[in-house]
């Protein structure tokens, strides 16, 4: 991700360096800031989508589980069923949990590693669940299965929420993009009237306050729509 963020960075800036050398200093800044966000913008969605599809299947994977310790299984045979019926990434990263097991790591300890990798709260439950039971003791297949009922249903609230929030989500979104479509009509329309914007020393500090201010307006929108669940 870290990667991702230097290329955008170094995209924008070249871009940036090309409109300013065909001299038009307001697409500069525009391009230079569009080129930078897009690719930002698709490597958080895909990485979104990667972590919600990764949530889901551990649900159902922690079902499974449950269900393989009811039929008689041991709990790493369990693992090595859920990593046959399941696709990737679920498959691959429980696979990774069972190379480690095989040189060695003890189950809870590979599990809580993978947590640690993804920091999901659902992982560090599944991990910390499977530790306190083999501790204590207790019906494993049981404490599972109220676990993956307890997931649904927090995923259920957090759909419900954010179906609910969608709408604040687009005004939002269009406030925070109503000043850049404005400024690009503006100076479509009258370049001079435009242009001290980006040419004087006061109209760069007045752009630079104004995109402080967008930014600050986007992180209270943010804290009031987003819930910590």
Same mark, same amino acid.
């Given at each position: 991700m870290?990667?991702?963020?230097?290329?955008?960075i170094?995209?924008?800036i070249a871009?940036?360096a090309?409109?300013?050398?065909?001299?038009?200093?307001?697409?500069?800044?525009l391009?230079?800031?569009i080129s930078y966000?897009f690719p930002v !913008?698709?490597?958080h969605?895909?990485k979104?989508a990667?972590?919600e599809? *990764?949530r %889901?299947?551990?649900i159902?994977?922690?079902?499974?589980i449950?269900g393989?310790l009811v039929s008689g299984?041991?709990?790493q045979?369990?693992?090595?069923y859920v /990593?046959k019926? $399941?696709?990737?990434p679920?498959?691959?990263?429980? =696979?990774?949990?069972m190379d480690k097991?095989?040189l060695?790591?003890?189950t809870e =300890?590979?599990l @809580?590693e993978?947590?640690e $990798?993804?920091?999901?709260k659902e992982?560090?439950? @599944?991990?910390?669940a499977?530790?306190i039971?083999?501790?204590?003791?207790?019906n494993?297949s049981?404490?599972?299965k109220?676990?993956?009922k307890?997931?649904?249903?927090k995923?259920s609230?957090e759909?419900?929420i954010?179906t609910?929030?969608a709408?604040? =989500?687009?005004?939002g979104l269009i406030?925070?993009?109503?000043?850049? /479509?404005?400024?690009?009509?503006?100076y !479509?329309?009258d =370049? %001079?009237?435009?242009l001290?914007?980006?040419? $004087?020393?006061?109209?760069?500090l007045?752009v630079l306050i104004a995109?402080?201010?967008?930014?600050?307006g986007?992180? *209270? /929108?943010?804290k /009031?729509?987003? *819930?910590? !669940?």
């Amino acid at each position: 991700m870290l990667l991702k963020g230097r290329s955008a960075i170094i995209i924008s800036i070249a871009v940036f360096a090309v409109f300013v050398i065909i001299s038009n200093i307001f697409l500069a800044v525009l391009a230079s800031a569009i080129s930078y966000a897009f690719p930002v !913008y698709l490597g958080h969605r895909k990485k979104k989508a990667l972590i919600e599809k *990764f949530r %889901e299947q551990l649900i159902d994977g922690i079902e499974l589980i449950s269900g393989a310790l009811v039929s008689g299984m041991t709990f790493q045979q369990g693992l090595v069923y859920v /990593i046959k019926e $399941t696709k990737d990434p679920l498959s691959g990263e429980l =696979k990774s949990v069972m190379d480690k097991i095989m040189l060695g790591v003890s189950t809870e =300890k590979a599990l @809580f590693e993978l947590a640690e $990798t993804h920091d999901l709260k659902e992982l560090h439950l @599944f991990s910390s669940a499977l530790e306190i039971t083999r501790d204590a003791g207790g019906n494993l297949s049981e404490v599972l299965k109220n676990i993956a009922k307890g997931m649904r249903e927090k995923e259920s609230s957090e759909k419900q929420i954010e179906t609910l929030t969608a709408q604040s =989500k687009l005004s939002g979104l269009i406030v925070g993009l109503l000043p850049v /479509i404005l400024l690009t009509l503006m100076y !479509y329309m009258d =370049k %001079e009237l435009v242009l001290p914007m980006f040419t $004087t020393s006061l109209g760069l500090l007045l752009v630079l306050i104004a995109v402080c201010l967008e930014l600050l307006g986007a992180v *209270f /929108i943010i804290k /009031i729509i987003n *819930f910590n !669940y």
